[in-house]
């Protein structure tokens, strides 16, 4: 008996014609099942994203939707759908379900054109993942992300049950932050055939325009010309990788599975989030900058996680014993004051989280600029920035708002994410609220869907780089660049804000560069993977400086110049510390000093 309805037609969110105010979110594909349309309006109900698809038989169809419901008991996300301008009873979103499939009744549907319209009536984070119309009775259609899933979607939607090779590269990218666009744009103007693989719909990760931070650490000068921005905040990195015949960038492209064979990656699939199509990119090596270490979980890396104790690596800085505790994500917002009072609506959904924190520190000034001091009421009493935590905190820096340190980044970045949301709303309704006269024309001009992301995995390599290395310079044979920085340790988990940080440190340490060795830059199991960002082999110590994004992109060009030479030599990258180890240093030197990506002789 066939479990899953076999016919009908699949109209997946993301594929429609007009989004209207919604916008799709695709950063939670491989933890719950697929991209999905957000009705991101903070407050206020946003247009309605509307399409039309073709009914090919007339007759009696039920209806289901996939949604979530997700603050249950109270719906802040509700939402409609209509179908040719008749709108079903059934609200969605209000169900006090996680992601599911909710039946809207049936509908007599004639052959020809149909069409469709989300109306949402929050504002406030409704979410539709896929509309499916069926004849058949009583079956609802495949939850979830898994094979059986994925399957029936691929079926309903005509789409090849295998990915299609979507080209031969001599280097396959996977992550396009700020690592990953200088780790293609200099392999690029190596002449070295390049696939970038990004997972949104921008360029840039935690810079991008989504996020909106600079790059701290090392900055040399690809970095910053990788950094440059439009007026709109986006950066210009794409124009520069477009104006490379060698590199190809494939956005809004999710990896989600690999090929191994004799440890190495033979191919990495990456599916489309619009269309759906997986495609495959094949190549000899590969370098992740995804952040996440997704390309080493895939194939069965050797992995690092959460925080050494310190009889491991002998860092001062690490806690006694081993956790699985690491930096959580980060939500980004800014405030303004308009001309005409604004009211906000009641939020006891948010408010149960924030509670009475009023405190709105901390704010996205601009792209590229953090950590503003926006409104407080300070009759609220949530504390006095620098005494709200065990060690050194004295400005309202961004990372105030962090969440998640003790959970699965991987399968629960949604309900971080969420969380976070609610934080933010609930302190400004208690703004809003506590003050209304000084406060009435206070709006909300931005707040991110999308989290700078914090910690996951790190990489194992040949070494493992430590706090003790990095504060005594040690010298490394191998040493491919130089980083910079604080060590920066923020944990959220206040005792009472479970949004705020319970503990910073910031240890400037000397001051001074330290080297980093080529070892920390490929897996010690896989290979052809190299890795730059903050998911090198580094403790969660070390990692804490080797995190930020110029640091990142200093690795991403030694990972590039290690490409040339494996493709150059037609070996693999441990093979270059024992035979060409000063042509790497050489040339990575020359780019990260000068930002020029060009092979002579005399490098």
Same mark, same amino acid.
């Given at each position: 008996?066939?479990?899953?309805p076999?016919? #009908?037609?699949?109209v997946?969110?993301?594929?429609?014609?007009?989004?209207?105010?919604?916008?799709?979110? @695709?950063?939670?594909?491989?933890?719950?099942?697929?991209?999905?349309?957000?009705?991101?309006?903070?407050?206020?109900?946003?247009?309605?994203?509307?399409?039309?698809?073709?009914?090919?038989?007339?007759?009696?169809y039920?209806?289901?939707?996939?949604?979530?419901?997700w603050?249950? #008991?109270?719906?802040?996300?509700?939402?409609?759908?209509s179908?040719?301008?008749?709108?079903l009873? !059934?609200?969605?979103g209000?169900?006090?379900?996680d992601?599911?499939?909710q039946?809207?009744?049936?509908?007599?549907?004639e052959?020809g054109?149909?069409?469709?319209?989300?109306?949402d009536?929050?504002?406030?984070?409704?979410?539709?993942?896929?509309?499916?119309?069926?004849?058949?009775?009583?079956?609802? $259609?495949?939850?979830?992300?898994?094979? &059986?899933?994925?399957?029936?979607?691929?079926?309903?939607?005509g789409?090849p049950?295998?990915?299609?090779?979507?080209?031969?590269?001599d280097?396959?990218?996977?992550?396009?932050?700020v690592?990953?666009?200088?780790?293609?744009?200099?392999?690029?103007?190596l002449?070295?055939?390049v696939?970038?693989i990004?997972?949104?719909?921008?360029l840039?990760?935690?810079a991008?325009?989504?996020?909106?931070?600079r790059?701290?650490?090392?900055?040399?000068?690809l =970095?910053? +010309?990788?950094?440059?921005?439009?007026?709109?905040g986006?950066?210009?990195?794409?124009?520069?990788?477009?104006?490379?015949? %060698? *590199?190809?960038?494939?956005?809004?492209?999710?990896?989600?599975?690999v090929?191994?064979?004799?440890?190495?990656?033979?191919?990495?699939?990456?599916?489309?989030?619009? @269309?759906? /199509?997986?495609?495959?990119? &094949?190549?000899?090596?590969f370098v992740?900058?995804?952040?996440?270490?997704?390309?080493?979980?895939?194939? #069965?890396?050797? !992995?690092?996680?959460?925080?050494?104790?310190?009889?491991e690596?002998?860092?001062?800085?690490?806690?006694?014993?081993r956790t699985?505790?690491?930096?959580?994500?980060?939500?980004?917002?800014r405030t303004?004051?308009?001309?005409t009072?604004?009211p906000?609506p009641?939020?006891?959904?948010?408010?149960?989280?924030?509670?009475d924190?009023?405190?709105?520190? #901390?704010?996205?000034e601009?792209?590229?600029? +953090?950590?503003?001091?926006?409104?407080?009421?300070s009759?609220?009493k949530?504390?006095?920035?620098?005494?709200?935590?065990? /060690?050194?905190?004295?400005?309202?820096?961004?990372?105030?708002w962090?969440?998640?340190?003790?959970l699965?980044?991987?399968?629960q970045?949604e309900?971080? /994410?969420?969380?976070?949301?609610?934080a933010?709303?609930?302190?400004?309704?208690?703004v809003?609220?506590?003050?209304?006269?000084?406060?009435?024309?206070?709006?909300l001009?931005?707040v991110?869907?999308?989290?700078?992301q914090g910690?996951?995995?790190?990489?194992?390599?040949?070494?493992?780089?430590?706090? =003790?290395?990095?504060?005594?310079?040690?010298?490394?044979?191998?040493?491919?660049?130089?980083n910079r920085?604080a060590f920066c340790?923020?944990?959220?988990?206040?005792?009472?804000?479970?949004?705020r940080?319970?503990?910073?440190?910031?240890?400037?340490?000397?001051?001074?560069?330290?080297d980093? $060795?080529f070892?920390?830059?490929?897996?010690?199991?896989?290979?052809n993977?190299?890795m730059?960002?903050?998911?090198?082999?580094?403790?969660?110590i070390?990692?804490?400086?080797?995190k930020?994004?110029?640091n990142?992109?200093?690795?991403?060009?030694?990972? *590039?110049v290690?490409?040339?030479?494996?493709?150059?030599?037609?070996c &693999?990258?441990?093979?270059?510390v024992r035979?060409h180890?000063?042509e790497?240093?050489r040339?990575?030197?020359?780019?990260s000093?000068?930002g020029?990506?060009?092979? %002579?002789?005399?490098?």
């Open positions: 008996m066939q479990r899953y076999a016919t #009908g037609v699949l997946e969110a993301e594929a429609f014609d007009d989004y209207g105010g919604w916008v799709m979110d @695709s950063q939670f594909d491989l933890e719950m099942g697929s991209p999905y349309l957000l009705a991101h309006g903070n407050g206020v109900p946003v247009a309605d994203a509307t399409t039309q698809i073709a009914i090919s038989a007339a007759g009696e039920h209806v289901w939707l996939r949604a979530k419901d603050v249950p #008991g109270h719906h802040p996300g509700r939402f409609t759908l179908i040719n301008d008749e709108i009873l !059934t609200v969605f209000a169900n006090d379900c992601w599911g499939w039946y809207g009744g049936k509908k007599r549907l052959a054109p149909t069409n469709l319209s989300l109306h009536l929050t504002g406030f984070g409704g979410r539709c993942d896929a509309i499916f119309l069926t004849q058949e009775e009583g079956k609802a $259609p495949p939850n979830g992300a898994d094979d &059986v899933a994925r399957a029936w979607r691929r079926g309903l939607r789409l049950a295998e990915p299609v090779v979507a080209g031969s590269f280097l396959v990218v996977a992550g396009g932050g690592p990953g666009c200088v780790a293609a744009l200099a392999a690029a103007r002449g070295i055939r696939a970038l990004q997972d949104r719909p921008y840039g990760g935690n991008s325009v989504e996020i909106g931070l790059p701290r650490g090392t900055v040399s000068p =970095t910053d +010309e990788v950094y440059q921005r439009h007026a709109n986006d950066l210009r990195v794409k124009e520069l990788l477009d104006a490379e015949s %060698s *590199a190809s960038v494939f956005l809004n492209h999710t990896v989600y599975s090929g191994v064979a004799d440890s190495s990656i033979t191919f990495v699939d990456a599916r489309d989030a619009r @269309s759906g /199509r997986e495609s495959r990119f &094949v190549a000899p090596i992740d900058c995804s952040g996440k270490a997704i390309l080493g979980l895939l194939a #069965g890396a050797e !992995t690092l996680f959460g925080q050494e104790s310190q009889t690596y002998g860092e001062s800085l690490a806690p006694r014993l699985n505790r690491h930096h959580g994500n980060t939500v980004f917002f303004r004051t308009i001309n009072p604004t906000f009641n939020v006891p959904w948010a408010t149960v989280i924030a509670k924190y009023a405190d709105l520190s #901390g704010q996205l601009k792209f590229g600029t +953090e950590n503003l001091a926006g409104p407080k009421v009759n609220s949530p504390g006095v920035p620098g005494q709200e935590v065990k /060690r050194r905190m004295t400005l309202p820096m961004t990372h105030y962090e969440y998640g340190q003790n699965d980044p991987y399968t970045g309900h971080i /994410r969420d969380h976070l949301l609610r933010i709303y609930g302190t400004f309704s208690n809003k609220s506590s003050a209304p006269a000084t406060y009435a024309n206070l709006v001009d931005h991110a869907y999308v989290a700078a910690q996951f995995r790190r990489y194992r390599g040949a070494h493992v780089l430590s706090e =003790t290395d990095i504060r005594t310079h040690r010298q490394f044979p191998d040493a491919v660049v130089k920085g340790l923020h944990y959220g988990g206040h005792e009472k804000y479970d949004f940080l319970a503990d910073w440190e910031w240890d400037e340490r000397d001051g001074k560069d330290y980093v $060795p070892r920390c830059l490929y897996s010690v199991n896989i290979r993977l190299m730059a960002g903050k998911h090198i082999s580094a403790t969660h070390a990692g804490s400086n080797v930020f994004m110029g990142g992109a200093e690795h991403a060009i030694a990972t *590039a290690a490409a040339h030479l494996c493709r150059k030599y037609g &693999v990258a441990r093979d270059l035979h180890m000063i790497l240093q040339l990575a030197g020359a780019i000093s000068t020029q990506c060009q092979v %002579s002789s005399r490098i």
